[in-house]
């Protein structure tokens, strides 16, 4: 159909979309969406619901399982948690998908189960060291790397210790330094006075 | 352009919010609540409690309408509900069945 539906970015959705038409989704909505043409979820939309439609296009964010008549297309930043079922899906490098990915037909993928999950698992499999697990190793590496720096800390801890450590010798020193100096001057003003007297 | 348009075809059940100016050529049901204008186009239905800014309306709505601004009833509209708003027009030709409160 020509006319198509539009959820603006201040716009909010809380129910059932259905029918037929294309829809662009830059806001948000929560429940479900089902409908015969293609649903495009621009970067700025956020959706919590099931989607099924005849062509689905994500860059944004959904929570919900994606099932498309002919295609699924997770783009580059698009976030996707739930289970993906299309005859053809395209996942784009930047895209993250946590869930089931399964190509095929709902009823004609069965049959073909042994191949369709084979394909589904690889896209999966390099979805996922592509973007989750670098995280975690960046993460590792970088608490490994936060040990060894505490030992130059410590040099600099140990640097700045005599700078502290002055400072309480200085109020340590309060009650020490008068002692000497008292006697110096007794002893210097004991030898004056002598010599004088 | 408008920036939330429910297309012909597309129903909504539930409800819409938005800050933004809404365009219904579809279906709605529920409710349906804008900051901005809200127009039903020829051709689009609610059947839902509708309040916004300027109001417009060339489908049919079986609901309360309540506008902080004007409503406007066009030529082809079919209303059935109450209207509450600032100004309120009915144009030649609309069908209207319910109150209307003004701010006197």
Redesign the interface.
Known sequence: MATSTVIGRASFIRGRVSGDGDLEIAGRVEGDIAVGGEVVIDTSGLIAANISASRIVVRGAVKGDLVAGEALVIEAGARVVGDLRAPRIAIAPGGLVRGHVQTGTAGAARPRAAAAPARAVVPEVKARPVVAPPPPRAALPAVKAAPPPPPPPVKTVAAPAPKVAPKPAVVAARPGPPAPVVPVLKKGTKAVQKKRG | M?????????????????????VV???VR?KLVAKDAVSIEHGGAVEADISGGPVAVAGTVTGNINSTDRVDLQNGAKVIGNVKATRITIADGAQFKGNVDMDV
């Open positions: 408008a920036s939330t348009v429910i297309g012909a075809g597309i129903t909504i059940e539930g409800e819409v919010t938005s800050d933004e100016d809404v050529q579809g279906t529920g």
